[in-house]
């Protein structure tokens, strides 16, 4: 089985704000770029989002994942083990539960190890995904966060 790599990126026009996010998956000499944009989010949601979307686009289970993120956010969060902590507490007080626990299932299918790379530093394949991530942002066909929308209502924020 062929070593499968993804560059990830998020972006946030306005934290919240309009959002999207831009990945690319690389196998062999197969390559696929993935974007969505939507109305009302968070630049961490975008980060995180382009790692899920990414991993759930991989057909075949158990596969040997690299993934290249210039989010500490989501990086720290899986590889120094905080999310598996707050997995066990109940998400206790945390952000974005519903993106983790979607990360979670996708994750454990496969074999991921999360890879930090300098943002804007000229790695080609993360500008790719922060071009994806910037145009799905600012595009015309952007949809509502359903997630981000309940966590704002949870806390008594207005979405506007």
Known sequence: MSQIKIYTDGAAKGNPGNGGYGAVLLSG???KELSEGFIKTTNNRMELLSVIVALE???NENSQVTVFSDSKYVVDSVEKGWVFNWEKKGFLKKKNIDLWKRFLIIYRKHQVKLQWVKGHAGNE???RCDQLAVAAATGGNLKPDAGFEEQA????EGLF
């Open 29 to 31: 000499k197969y390559r």
């Open 57 to 59: 686009q991989l057909k």
């Open 125 to 127: 394949l993360n500008e």
């Open 153 to 156: 209502k949870k806390k008594g």
